[in-house]
């Protein structure tokens, strides 16, 4: 599986974004698709996921009520809108795909996904 990420740049606070993530390969088989981000000197962290199906999502607290993800299986592509983007949003937003639920990682851990894509940057002013 390959996933290209697009859509990220630089919008004031209070502004919106909507990133995409096209899976191309083996995506008939995938079970998960998440979004991460990843701020200088900190870690990655989880910020929403869906089932490949559709029928499940899940937010981070910090992301809840502002960001919704979504997904069209026509066109291979995972879609994170933003909305009421804040400065400490800023980061590099990666998707994953988690070819099947793992039973030692949680879905919101990085260690659970098998694909990623190359990251696209989001910088939010104040």
């Known amino acids: 599986v390959q996933l290209q990420a697009s859509g990220g740049g630089l919008v004031q606070a209070g502004g919106s974004l909507r990133l995409s993530c096209l899976a191309s390969?083996?995506?008939?088989?995938?079970?998960?698709m998440g979004w991460f981000r990843q701020a200088p000197g900190k870690e990655r962290e989880f910020v929403t996921a869906?089932?490949?199906?559709?029928?499940?999502?899940s937010y981070a607290d910090s992301v809840k009520g502002r960001f919704t993800i979504s997904r069209d299986s026509a066109k291979n592509t995972v879609y994170l809108q933003m909305n009421s983007l804040k400065p400490e949003d800023t980061a590099v937003y990666y998707c994953?795909?988690?070819?099947?639920?793992?039973?030692?990682?949680?879905?919101?851990?990085?260690?659970?996904?098998?694909?990623w894509g190359q990251g696209t940057q989001v910088t939010v002013s104040s």
């Open positions: 994953a795909n988690q070819w099947a639920p793992s039973s030692r990682y949680s879905y919101t851990k990085a260690e659970a996904y098998n694909y």
């Open positions: 390969g083996r995506t008939f088989s995938s079970y998960r």
């Open positions: 869906i089932t490949w199906s559709g029928s499940s999502t």
